[in-house]
């Protein structure tokens, strides 16, 4: 079975412009997390959806934004760029909302210039 | 919120060493996992172990949810182990299920 797959690999983007990032979670997987991890710092929790709902949200500015799809896929959009936007974005998936187990994608690695 | 700490932050070693790596919480947590970050970026599952004991080949992790720590051993270390260990709990909260990643671990493992 196919894991968590994420699109596009990388990205160059420059200051004020806007990205999509896209994630589509493991077969069966209802649950989509998204995580920024700046170099040398673990991964930080930027939104979770499940059900096309939004469930959690962490502490990053209304620059961020993000949905859920009726198959379950997911993107993530980020307005007005800045340097320290760059990171790497990475998408998890689970079967539902709790304690359930979250599996990573391979990350998408935006640099802002 | 909840505090994830994880010791050593780096760690060398001679190929065939055994280690073990610590995470400690703040709070009562709901979930907390293991992962191996490879050079590229990826996030590979080790351990979902909100408590209890698992073993997996030569790497092995216990909590101890009532004391709030967890310990993941790698035995006879090799060269294709290196990488950063990061420890990731979710808090007890209702609705959702957020990972709260420690620093990480960055361990070496030399020829």
């Known amino acids: 079975d196919a894991g968590v797959t994420q699109s596009p690999t990388h990205l160059i983007k420059t200051r004020g412009q806007h990205v999509t990032l896209r994630c589509s979670p493991i077969s069966g997987h209802k649950s989509v997390s998204w995580y920024q991890q700046v170099l040398g710092q673990g991964p930080q929790f930027i939104f979770q959806?499940?059900?096309?709902?939004?469930?959690g949200r962490g502490n990053f500015p209304d620059r961020f934004s993000a949905r859920q799809f009726p198959n379950y896929s997911s993107e993530l959009n980020v307005n007005a760029l800045l340097l320290g936007d760059s990171a790497l974005y990475l998408c998890?998936?689970?079967?539902?909302?709790?304690?359930?187990?979250?599996?990573f994608g391979p990350g998408t690695r935006l640099t802002v210039l | 919120g909840i505090q994830v700490e994880q010791s050593p932050p780096d760690l060398i070693l001679q190929e065939g060493a055994n280690s073990t790596l610590r995470c400690n919480f703040s709070d009562s947590v709901n979930n907390l996992q293991w992962f191996h970050q490879n050079p590229w970026g990826q996030l590979i599952n080790l351990f979902y172990?909100?408590?209890g004991t698992k073993q997996n080949g030569r790497l092995s992790a216990t909590t101890v949810a009532t004391e709030r720590y967890s310990l993941l051993y790698i035995s006879s270390s090799q060269t294709t182990d290196s990488g950063v260990y990061f420890c990731?709990?979710?808090?007890?909260?209702?609705?959702?299920?957020?990972?709260?990643f420690g620093k990480g671990t960055k361990l070496t493992v030399n020829p």
């Open positions: 959806y499940y059900e096309k709902e939004e469930r």
């Open positions: 998890a998936s689970s079967l539902s909302v709790g304690s359930d187990e979250q599996f």
């Open positions: 990731a709990v979710a808090p007890f909260q209702g609705g959702s299920e957020k990972l709260v």
């Open positions: 172990i909100p408590s």
